[in-house]
């Protein structure tokens, strides 16, 4: 496991096992055998063990860092949400761009709704006949695929126990009716014909 977490960083098995068996030598650390498994193990001794009163001083110490840390990220917070808020508000020159640009589109919409009044025809016969195609064929499109899917599902689910919206809601499957879209409705939009007096 040592030389496996080192052979990432470049270093050889028995360079690893060189140096463990150095570190042996040296009193560093002791072998432990385990049927074919050799753990190795720290001499405790080498380290410098802290009488209760310094494990206090250390535990003090701790929590003095731990209650700095939480002052410094409530105030790191506080920062982040100034600069947020500071960045969300426009400029003047922001607002001033703005105000033109939806007046812009305010005067583009007046005048449609102006052409809409007088009577304008703003869509042609050929493009609506266009229009009523294309969308003829996405819908056809999706009932070839929508009846693709029926057909699989039911060979899939034939022979299953379970339940199947359940199982549907494991896979992260969703039809039509899951959410709420019915086809027929779109049926009857496209069935519907042009009102010869517009």
């Known amino acids: 496991m040592v030389a496996d977490a080192l052979a990432q960083h470049g270093i050889k098995k028995a360079a690893v096992q060189k140096v463990m068996d150095t570190l042996a030598a040296n009193g560093k650390i002791s072998y432990k055998d385990y049927g074919k498994q050799r753990v190795c193990l720290a001499n405790q001794s080498q380290f410098e063990i802290p009488d209760i009163d310094e494990l206090d001083a250390m535990k003090k110490e701790n929590d003095q860092l731990q209650a700095d840390v939480a002052v410094i990220r409530s105030r790191v917070s506080e920062l982040e949400a100034g600069v947020k808020s500071t960045e969300s508000n426009l400029t003047l020159e922001a607002i001033r761009e703005k105000t033109a640009k939806l007046s812009s589109e305010i005067e583009v919409m007046e005048s449609k709704v102006d052409a ?14 266009e229009v009523q195609g294309t969308y003829e064929h996405r819908l056809g499109l999706w009932r070839k695929r929508k009846k693709i899917y029926q057909e699989l599902w039911g060979m899939i689910t034939e022979s299953m126990t379970e ?17 709420g879209c019915n086809i027929k409705d779109h049926s009857n939009l496209g069935a519907k014909k042009p009102n010869r007096g517009h």
């Open 163 to 179: 339940n199947l919206k359940d199982l549907k809601e494991e896979i992260g499957i969703e039809t039509d009716e899951d959410v």
């Open 116 to 129: 809409l009044r007088g009577g304008s025809v703003l869509v042609t016969p050929e493009e609506r006949l």
